[in-house]
């Protein structure tokens, strides 16, 4: 600190900048990660208020009753669960958990750039100095947004909605610390100084992975889009049924978003062949339909009719490898190679992996929704998993040999243009 006083050649605005990154890292880190608890949680309070007066404007219940349920909604996007009159919903509202984590990253990137003055510079850094800048604030991070959840679990909660907060504290910390932490790497310029060190290959791998799991997202998302146009009448008139009026089909309508990502991994399973239950003894896939009664709820409607399956349906499960084979051959063309064993090995890795993470990903999407058979619900997690591995690794691995033997081509057609040219010379 006494070197940015005394130095004569620093200008003001150079000093602030210097100063603005030399933030107190224990303050700035907590208090980030409280800032962005509350930020989603005052959304979801707002929600719940504008919800209360939507319906039959507000004559029903108070105003903390509206409140308590906005606080029960960015609970359950951190695993809290609820009790409906006894009856246990453990399913995770995907959305909001995204939104959740889309303010962590951006809050943990603000900390970040906040606290990128403290330990060692770079060339340090790279001479082997020991940096505990970012697991230090990584962890100071998610203790205030955990600690923040506890909190709002124990206020919210009563012996009528059974929260479970000690899965709320659990999943706010591996969300704060997992997302945050890797927003405060990002934010602090450590994860830039990181990566130089990591090999090629690696890098190339975990590229192709993420390449692969948002292909496979964006094939699952597409078909349960098209599931929906196709059958907006069903959707339509299920809303008809219900009986609402413009605000309840405003909280419907956000209802149905918050849960769209646990929609896209049930698609995501039914395309890779094992399908997905809706109540106990059901199954959706293409090689069989059984459907028992299901609670008026719109997005049901994307559901095909039980019975026999169409002839086509089966060569859905052909999208995996068709996808990951996109997603290696665009991560290929960024990091070409003409070795084949590169490229083997970043196809299969690339592709294995995002089967693995769309497993964990399946794993969080299902969950219990209502009383007795509307216990199970989700997509066959093991088998879909096991699916994935396959389908994606086999993909992988013949679009990396494919762009291998394409880019090995192109190498050796410039050597010669180049060993030609220097003939000529």
């Known amino acids: 600190m006494s070197s940015l006083l005394t130095s004569p050649t620093r200008s003001a605005a150079e000093l602030q900048a ?4 030399r933030r107190p890292l224990a303050l700035v880190a907590t208090l980030g990660g409280a800032w962005a608890a509350l930020a989603t ?13 939507l319906t039959d404007s507000g004559a029903y219940g108070a105003p903390r009753d509206a409140l ?3 606080a029960t ?45 403290h330990g060692p510079d770079a060339d340090r850094i790279a001479d082997g100095e020991r940096d505990l800048t970012v697991p230090l604030a990584a962890l100071l991070f998610a203790i205030g947004y955990a600690v923040s959840a506890i909190v709002v679990a124990s206020v919210a909660g009563t012996a009528a909605t059974g929260l479970d907060v000690g899965r709320v504290g659990l999943w706010a910390t ?31 791998g975990a590229a192709a992975c993420r390449a692969v799991l948002l292909a496979w997202l964006a094939v699952s998302a597409a078909v349960l889009v098209v599931s929906l146009v196709v059958d907006a009448s069903t959707a339509a008139n299920i809303l008809s049924q219900l009986h609402t009026d413009a605000g309840a089909s405003t909280l419907y309508s956000l209802l149905t978003a918050s849960v769209l990502p646990n929609a896209t991994l049930f698609a995501g399973s039914y395309l890779l062949g094992p399908g997905f239950t809706v109540g106990a003894g059901t199954l959706v896939s293409p090689s069989a339909v059984v459907i028992g009664p299901l609670p008026m709820f719109p997005l049901l409607a994307a559901l095909p009719g ?5 002839g086509w349906a089966p060569w859905l499960m052909v999208l995996a490898p068709l996808s990951a084979a996109l997603g290696v051959a665009r991560v290929q063309r960024r990091f070409p190679t003409p070795r084949w064993e590169d490229g083997a090995v970043r196809g299969l890795a690339g592709g294995v992996t995002a089967g693995l993470a769309y497993g964990v990903l399946a794993a969080l999407a299902g969950g219990a929704v209502g009383p007795g058979r509307m216990a199970d619900v989700g997509p066959l997690v093991g088998e879909a998993t096991l699916r994935a591995v396959v389908g994606f690794g086999v993909g992988g691995l013949v679009a ?6 394409w880019q090995r081509r192109r190498f050796l057609a410039d050597a010669d243009a180049d060993a030609g040219d220097a003939a000529t010379s």
């Open 41 to 53: 949680l005052v959304v979801c309070l707002a929600i719940g208020v504008v919800g209360w007066f």
């Open 174 to 204: 591996l969300l704060s610390a997992g997302v945050g932490g890797a927003g405060i790497a990002v934010g602090s310029g450590r994860a830039a100084i990181w990566l130089t060190g990591v090999p090629a290959t690696l890098r190339a």
């Open 400 to 405: 990396g040999l494919a762009m291998t033997w």
């Open 18 to 21: 210097e100063l603005r990154h």
């Open 73 to 117: 909604g960015w609970l359950m996007a951190h695993g809290s669960g609820l009790h409906v009159r006894g009856v246990p919903v453990t399913v995770v509202p995907l959305g909001l958990t995204l939104v959740c984590a889309w303010a962590l990253w951006r809050v943990g990137h603000k900390v970040g750039d906040s606290i990128s003055g």
């Open 68 to 70: 308590r349920a906005g």
């Open 306 to 310: 039980s019975g026999a399956t169409p």
